[in-house]
């Protein structure tokens, strides 16, 4: 077999031209999430299928069909993780980190879900994951949201709104639920297939579907916000005051149910108002009961992943990329002895002037040919190492943005008089 090995589907190369835009994303965040306390965090990109399952739920969409799921050469069925919380927890779990102990943290990496792709939505996609773990809020629900809410501040991205909701205990929303079931039952008929399957197994998630159809059937459904219980009401309530004390605006949305059956009380979305069918950016909640149910001590815990792919394109959409690097000075070789010579030459430079990016011609090429790639390159400076001037114990430079003459320095005094000459070119 020959030719082409295509890509796999959904899955995305970030190449070097959008690298700029991934690296602020990444740069930003974690100084953010540094000056706010939490902890980076690395788990596996492989666990036990049977932890997504009891995690995330067997009625969700994502473990019902988008789970990329193989038995490995020991038998053992392992899945690539869809989502990174039920890693996290089972590491907190796996280390005997619990206790008591309150940890907040963050992680980011791939994850994998075997979704339709289009814009926005991939196979393969990136979270930053945050985890307050500990603490039964809504304080800390509260300085998440602040977090996020300042996240796009520094990152110059407009446009987000925040929806907040309580989904309440587990005992107010089994309440619900059996009401759910009963309205959407009396309406079977006005159910899309994927609701009809829903009924069964997750009720809610009918809440969650995008088929303009059903938008009305789903308007006319009873309100889980009726169902809270005492103290969740308090919660939330709670929650909507401290939001409002730090100026972060929000849209109570009583039908914001989550993908992932581990939540309780708040959930909160922020999602996008500019075109195109992707609009949440980031989605998270509290999944007090998450960490007993995968068989550690009882612990609360709140936290929320933002899809990386769909903030990146709303920074660069915004204008918000930095341009990208260039070198500030280009090595030209030309001779022989030059050509022995400029490697060690260059490396010195790195050594004395680290703060300089020096890009060191590659693949040969006469002078015409090196200064051509001199100038694409976006230096400021030439180098020119050459037999000649090696042989008088000097290196030439040639500024490049500016109309201006060869100069001269000694190779003992080069990196001063490299640094001098770009000082003197407003750059470097
Ligand atoms: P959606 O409603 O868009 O399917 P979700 O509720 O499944 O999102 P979560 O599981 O909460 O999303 O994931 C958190 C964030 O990760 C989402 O807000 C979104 O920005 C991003 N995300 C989720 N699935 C994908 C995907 N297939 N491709 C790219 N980003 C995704
Ligand atoms: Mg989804």
Known sequence: MSGEIQPVRGMNDVLPAEIGAWQHFEAVTRALLTAYGYEEIRVPLLERTELFKRAIGEHTDVVGKEMYTFTDRGGDSLTLRPEATAGIVRALISNRML?????????????????????????????????????PGPD??????????????????????????????????????ARLIEYFERHESRLDADSRRRLAGNPLRILDSKNPDMQELIAGAPLLTEHLDAESREHFEALGRMLDA???????????????????????????????????VCSGGRYDGLIAQ??????????????????????????????????DVYVVVSGERAAAEALAIVER?????????????????????????ADKSGAALALIIGDDELARGVVAMKPLRVESGQSECPIGALAAGVEAALAGLGSG
Request: one cysteine or more; glycine letters at 12%; a positive charge.
């Open 99 to 135: 206790r008591g102990a309150r940890h907040k943290l963050w992680c980011s990496g791939p994850m994998f879900r075997h979704e339709a792709p289009q814009a926005g939505r991939y196979r393969q996609f990136w979270q930053v994951d945050v985890e307050a773990v500990g603490c």
């Open 140 to 177: 800390v629900d509260a300085e998440l949201i602040a977090l996020s809410a300042r996240l796009w501040q520094r990152l110059g991205i407009g446009g987000l709104t925040l929806e907040i909701n309580s989904l309440g205990t587990p005992e107010s929303r089994r309440a619900y639920r």
């Open 246 to 280: 730090v100026g972060v605006l929000y849209k109570i949305n009583p039908r914001l149910v989550r993908g992932l059956d581990y939540y309780n009380r708040t959930v909160f979305e922020w999602v996008t108002t500019s075109t195109g069918a992707q609009n949440a």
């Open 294 to 327: 995968l068989g550690g001590e009882a612990t609360p815990a709140v936290g929320f992943a933002m899809g990386v792919e769909r903030l990146v394109a709303l920074l660069t959409a915004a204008g918000g990329t930095p341009a990208a690097a260039v070198p």
């Open 349 to 373: 430079l790195r050594s004395e002037a680290p703060r300089l990016r020096f890009e060191l011609n590659a693949g040969g090429g006469n002078f015409k040919a090196q200064f051509r790639r």
